[in-house]
């Protein structure tokens, strides 16, 4: 048989999907930007695009926040968090996560069925200046009737969507962000105290449940009785037989309308109840290992199921439980590349001239460096680094673990606690908020003990505050406290939807001045020109004096 030469495979390898290779280029993009940011948003405060098949190397970022003035030192944590996130553009939900959509869309291709083009960019008219609160914190521009393209909005919302989903998917369904939705969305709280909190929890899995046989097929059940002559008179019954066929006292029985079937009962007059029972004793109740086994690896599965609760799709879940990877899945989503939080250092400036010695205001700043890495992108996307202000919440009213117990036995105790099989105890809402109007309601539920090492907070003495108040209180200047009446495990115990920025002097501005620089490192497949010099006819000034006749051959 004749070998095929490399030449002649050539040939006819006419479906390589291998791309050809393209010179690669490197660009240096400076990130220079300030902008201000309101406490209690997820502000955006730079972004720029990655193309498609761009790598993101090693890049650095570093944010600045300062806080504005303030009447005091304000004595609980402020904190800022600045997080780097790339959104791919297969992330948008007009592509459907598919790979080969983006691909026709890309091209202005139709899809698939040949209903239509899917658009790759989304547009909107920009609108007076201003009027895009997203666009406006990241300092774009454009005029009034200028046709723009909504990446940035979308990105914006799919990385808010994705931490809701993260944070509970409760969350994710009651406050999902529309993606044409242009307003800042509410910070997320970062509750310490309270971290281990959650609204319910799977108790199947925690316990888990192992089947039981039996040794007979079918379990005779007592108290239901069949009159033997069928169509005798109520009082002429002398014995009512089970299933079993035992016959047992019909004066025990109630009978049923027919006459015939009755139901065996306890109690005295006027609390008559049904006395119906399955022997499982006599059918022989047994319990397989291989259940038992079957049981804990139940328990393991589950474990391992919930690092994918996240994702949208059942089936992608289902896929990656069985171990079959789903290349495609990562760029469906927003992918979190940095994320650091700093807490404000809080400085107090006195006034200088003699008038004013006595008078003072605070400020505060907080920054870090964000490094930021991204491999080969497939798709592009956009990369955007939002920031969050937020104040420690206090939840001073809430119950000291010892104050309220009267009884020894409800301290912990290492034996029983140990083999306590469901170690997770029920939280009042009243050990949050001692004021609250249901202190018994449930609030949630938290590992077993928990409260003996939770974070405490207590304020007293002339700063003692029994209820949450809104109204403005001098002596409160040094605390700024976000709370509501009645707290529940509800979304504002999860995002910053009530908020207040009273302990500032302005109280109607934003509260931060963000500045941003540094130099994002981008190797792609983009080709350049080379630097262009002004015109000054120097090729044509020397091509005159160049002799461009030509020798004819034979003359």
């Known amino acids: 048989m004749q070998q095929l030469s490399a030449n002649d495979i050539r040939a006819i390898a006419r479906t390589n999907t291998t791309p050809i290779q393209i010179a690669r280029s490197t660009?240096?993009?400076?990130?220079?930007?300030?902008?201000?940011?309101?406490?209690?948003?997820?502000?955006?405060?730079?972004?720029?695009?990655?193309?498609?098949?761009?790598?993101?190397?090693?890049?650095?970022?570093?944010?600045?926040?300062?806080?504005?003035?303030?009447?005091?030192?304000?004595?609980?944590?402020?904190?800022?968090?600045?997080?780097?996130?790339?959104?791919?553009?297969?992330?948008?939900?007009?592509?459907?996560?598919?790979?080969?959509?983006?691909?026709?869309?890309?091209?202005?291709?139709?899809?698939?069925?040949?209903?239509?083009?899917?658009?790759?960019?989304?547009?909107?008219?920009?609108?007076?200046?201003?009027?895009?609160?997203?666009?406006?914190?990241?300092?774009?521009?454009?005029?009034?009737?200028?046709?723009?393209?909504?990446?940035?909005?979308?990105?914006?919302?799919?990385?808010?969507?994705?931490r809701a989903r993260n944070r509970s998917e409760t969350l994710w369904s009651i406050k999902k962000r529309l993606m044409t939705n242009t307003s800042l969305a509410p910070a997320f709280w970062q509750h310490e105290q309270f971290k281990y909190v959650v609204p319910d929890w799977d108790d199947v899995a925690m316990e888990g449940s192992v089947d039981?046989?039996?040794?007979?097929?079918?379990?005779?059940?007592?108290?239901?009785?069949?009159?033997?002559?069928?169509?005798?008179?109520?009082?002429?019954?002398?014995?009512?037989?089970?299933?079993?066929?035992?016959?047992?006292?019909?004066?025990?029985?109630?009978?049923?309308?027919?006459?015939?079937?009755?139901?065996?009962?306890?109690?005295?007059?006027?609390?008559?109840?049904?006395?119906?029972?399955?022997?499982?004793?006599?059918?022989?109740?047994?319990?397989?290992?291989?259940?038992?086994?079957?049981?804990?690896?139940?328990?393991?599965?589950?474990?391992?199921?919930?690092?994918?609760e996240g994702l949208p799709d059942n089936w992608i879940i289902d896929l990656l439980m069985q171990g079959v990877s789903v290349p495609d899945q990562m760029w469906k989503q927003p992918i979190l590349i940095a994320d650091k939080t700093e807490i404000f250092g809080i400085e107090k400036r006195w006034a200088t001239d003699g008038a004013n010695l006595t008078d003072a205001v605070v400020n505060g700043a907080a920054m870090c460096d964000l490094d930021m890495v991204l491999p080969r992108t497939p798709t592009g996307g956009i990369v955007m680094i939002v920031a969050e202000i937020l104040p420690e919440q206090l939840f001073e009213r809430g119950r000291d673990p010892l104050l309220f117990i009267s009884d020894p036995t409800k301290l912990p105790n290492a034996m029983k606690d140990d083999l306590d099989p469901q170690k997770v105890e029920r939280m009042s809402k009243g050990e949050v908020d001692t004021s609250h109007s249901d202190p018994n309601g449930l609030f949630g539920y938290r590992p077993l003990n928990w409260n003996w090492q939770q974070s405490n907070t207590r304020i007293g003495g002339k700063w003692f505050?029994?209820?949450?108040?809104?109204?403005?209180?001098?002596?409160?200047?040094?605390?700024?406290?976000?709370?509501?009446?009645?707290?529940?495990?509800?979304?504002?115990?999860?995002?910053?939807?009530?908020?207040?920025?009273?302990?500032?002097?302005?109280?109607?501005?934003?509260?931060?001045?963000?500045?941003?620089?540094?130099?994002?490192?981008?190797?792609?497949?983009?080709?350049?020109?080379?630097?262009?010099?002004?015109?000054?006819?120097?090729?044509?000034?020397?091509?005159?004096?160049v002799d461009q006749s030509r020798l004819v051959k034979g003359v």
Not at 523 to 534: A, H, Y
Request: hydrophobic letters at 45%; charged letters at 15%.
């Open 465 to 545: 505050k029994s209820a949450p108040s809104t109204a403005f209180n001098e002596d409160r200047q040094h605390f700024w406290t976000v709370e509501v009446t009645d707290p529940a495990y509800n979304s504002d115990f999860m995002i910053s939807e009530t908020f207040n920025t009273l302990p500032f002097i302005v109280t109607n501005q934003d509260v931060g001045e963000v500045q941003i620089q540094g130099t994002a490192i981008i190797e792609g497949n983009t080709q350049f020109g080379t630097r262009l010099l002004e015109n000054d006819n120097a090729y044509a000034e020397v091509i005159t004096q």
């Open 27 to 162: 660009r240096q993009i400076n990130q220079i930007a300030a902008t201000s940011m309101p406490a209690g948003k997820m502000v955006p405060v730079t972004a720029f695009p990655l193309l498609r098949e761009d790598q993101l190397r090693n890049s650095m970022i570093h944010c600045k926040v300062d806080l504005m003035e303030t009447a005091e030192i304000i004595k609980n944590g402020i904190k800022c968090r600045f997080m780097a996130y790339f959104v791919p553009f297969l992330a948008f939900e007009r592509f459907n996560g598919g790979m080969d959509e983006f691909n026709r869309s890309y091209m202005k291709q139709p899809i698939a069925d040949g209903v239509g083009v899917t658009p790759f960019f989304n547009t909107m008219v920009a609108g007076a200046a201003g009027s895009i609160p997203i666009h406006k914190y990241l300092g774009f521009h454009a005029a009034p009737a200028d046709v723009i393209n909504t990446a940035y909005i979308e990105a914006y919302n799919l990385i808010w969507n994705f």
């Open 212 to 308: 039981l046989s039996f040794t007979s097929a079918k379990v005779p059940v007592y108290g239901v009785g069949f009159d033997p002559a069928v169509g005798a008179a109520a009082g002429a019954v002398t014995s009512m037989r089970h299933a079993t066929g035992v016959t047992d006292n019909p004066n025990n029985y109630f009978t049923s309308a027919a006459g015939t079937v009755r139901v065996k009962s306890k109690g005295i007059a006027g609390q008559i109840f049904p006395d119906i029972y399955a022997d499982l004793q006599a059918s022989g109740v047994k319990i397989s290992l291989a259940n038992i086994e079957l049981a804990k690896r139940t328990q393991w599965y589950a474990d391992l199921k919930a690092q994918f």
